[in-house]
C-alpha cells in the first residue's frame, strides 16, 4: 500500500544540533511517514521512518545528553500508481458489482492477534460484523438503529441474527491486509440471508467463507416479528443469489443441547460487563465467542486451530446475566466427513453450550472444528 499520511511538526530548534540553550536556529521541519514498503510484491504493515529536512548530520546531544545518533533518511515516495479509491476501501468500504456486493479492507492490528501472532476467531467476527453495518449505511436505506433500514426504525424493529457458520483456511498475520465481501439475499419467507468471503487483499486467496440467518425483533418487546412488506421493498433491490460456503458444506446438523451430565467441562460465573453490550441493548455476538473458548482445554488452544465454527442463539442475554460456559468432544474424529463436507476433516469437533446461570436456560448453542497447527504451515 502506498503512503498514508506524512505528519509534519516544526521546530523552533535544530534537532540535529540542539544546544543546552534549547536551540538558536528555525526553520527545521520533522517529518513522520507512514507507508507500507513490499518485497515480493506482497505489502507489510504501515512502517515508519522519519526524516529532516535541512542538512543531514550526525546527532552529537540532545538536550545537552550525548547520545549516538544519525540521520534516517527519508521516506520512499509514492506509488504512482496508487488508487484514492484504495483508500476508500480501507476507511468506508465501497460497493462493487453493481451495489450488490459490499467490500472493505482491514489492516490486521497488534491488538487484534491472539499468542501466535495470527488473528483469532473474534476478530474475524468483529470484521464480518463491521462490513455488514457499513453495508447497510452505504445502502442508502439505513435508519436510526444498529443496522436497520429506515422503515424499520420507523417501527421499533432491529436484526438479530439466529444463526452463523464460519468456515476458516487460514488465519491472518499481524500486519497482513484483507479484504471482506459481504452481501444479502432472502432466507425463507421471513429471514434474511448475509454472507461473507475473506481475501488476502493482494494474491485474492479465500480465506475464510461465512454464512448468517437474520430475523427481525420488536426493539421494545423483545419479540419476534414478521418482516413488512415495506422493509421487504427495501431490501429486495440488494439481493444477491450467491452462496459464500457452498451448499453441501453448510452445516444444517442439529446441535446437541450439553448439560451438567454430559459436559466433559464447565466454567461458571461469566459475567458480561458494560462495554460488552452492543447498541441493541443486549451482549454482543461475538463476546459469545470468548466465553465459549473459556471451557476449552488450554491444550487445544495453544496446539489447534479452529478451522470451523455454527453458533445457534437462542436468547439474548444482558449485563445482569451471568452465564457457564459448557464444552464436551465429539465422537466423531479424524477421517470422517463432518458439516456435509467431504473435504475439511477436522482433528478434533467440540459441542458447547452458554446458558443463563440462574436458570440454565439456553444462550448460545455451538460446534467447533479444529485441526492440529503444524498441518497448516
Known amino acids: 500500500?502506498?503512503?498514508?499520511?506524512?505528519?509534519?511538526s516544526r521546530f523552533t530548534g535544530n534537532l540535529c544540533n540542539a544546544k543546552k540553550e534549547n536551540g538558536v536556529t528555525t526553520g527545521e521541519i520533522f517529518r513522520v511517514s507512514f507507508y507500507n514498503s513490499s518485497s515480493n510484491n506482497k505489502p507489510r504493515f504501515p512502517l515508519v521512518t522519519a526524516s529532516y529536512h535541512g542538512s543531514?548530520?550526525?546527532?552529537?546531544?540532545?538536550?545537552?545528553?550525548?547520545?549516538n545518533g544519525i540521520h534516517v533518511a527519508e521516506a520512499p515516495s509514492a506509488p504512482a500508481n496508487e488508487d484514492a479509491s484504495d483508500v476508500a476501501l480501507v476507511t468506508n468500504g465501497r460497493f462493487v458489482e453493481g451495489r450488490f456486493v459490499y467490500r472493505q479492507i482491514f489492516v490486521i492490528r497488534s491488538y487484534e492477534i491472539g499468542p501466535d501472532k495470527t488473528a483469532t476467531m473474534e476478530t474475524l467476527m468483529n470484521f464480518l460484523q463491521e462490513t455488514a453495518l457499513n453495508h447497510v449505511t452505504s445502502s442508502g436505506i439505513g435508519g436510526d438503529g444498529f443496522g436497520a433500514t429506515r422503515e424499520m426504525s420507523l417501527r421499533k424493529l432491529i436484526w438479530v441474527v439466529t444463526r452463523i457458520q464460519v468456515q476458516v483456511q487460514r488465519y491472518s498475520k499481524w500486519g497482513d491486509e484483507i479484504e471482506v465481501d459481504t452481501w444479502v439475499d432472502a432466507a425463507g419467507k421471513n429471514g434474511m440471508r448475509r454472507d461473507w468471503i475473506i481475501r488476502d487483499r493482494y494474491t485474492k486467496e479465500i480465506i475464510t467463507r461465512a454464512t448468517s440467518t437474520w430475523v427481525i425483533m420488536n426493539r421494545e418487546t423483545r419479540r419476534l416479528s414478521k418482516i413488512p412488506g415495506e422493509v421487504k421493498q427495501e431490501l429486495v433491490p440488494f439481493y444477491l443469489n450467491r452462496l459464500a460456503v457452498p451448499s453441501e458444506q453448510i452445516d444444517c446438523e442439529k446441535i446437541d443441547k450439553l448439560s451438567d451430565d454430559t459436559a466433559e467441562r464447565k466454567r461458571s460465573g461469566l459475567a458480561p460487563r458494560w462495554n460488552d453490550m452492543d447498541a441493541n441493548q443486549h451482549v454482543n455476538n461475538v463476546k459469545y465467542i470468548g466465553w465459549m473458548l473459556e471451557?476449552?482445554?488450554?491444550?487445544?488452544?495453544e496446539d489447534f486451530n479452529m478451522t470451523s465454527m455454527t453458533l445457534e442463539f437462542r436468547r439474548e442475554s444482558t449485563q445482569s446475566n451471568l452465564l457457564e460456559s459448557l464444552t464436551c468432544p465429539t465422537a466423531r474424529v479424524i477421517g470422517e466427513s463432518d458439516n456435509n463436507s467431504i473435504n475439511r476433516k477436522?482433528?478434533?469437533?467440540?459441542?458447547?453450550?452458554?446458558?443463563?446461570?440462574?436458570?440454565?436456560?439456553?444462550v448460545v448453542r455451538a460446534r467447533t472444528e479444529w485441526r492440529f497447527k503444524q498441518k497448516q504451515q
Not at 1 to 8: D, H, L, R, Y
Not at 350 to 356: E, F, G, S, V, W
Open 56 to 67: 543531514p548530520q550526525k546527532v552529537d546531544t540532545i538536550n545537552g545528553t550525548k547520545v
Open 1 to 8: 500500500m502506498a503512503t498514508i499520511s506524512n505528519i509534519g
Open 295 to 301: 471451557s476449552v482445554p488450554i491444550e487445544v488452544l
Open 346 to 362: 477436522p482433528d478434533l469437533q467440540y459441542t458447547h453450550l452458554l446458558r443463563l446461570q440462574h436458570d440454565k436456560a439456553d
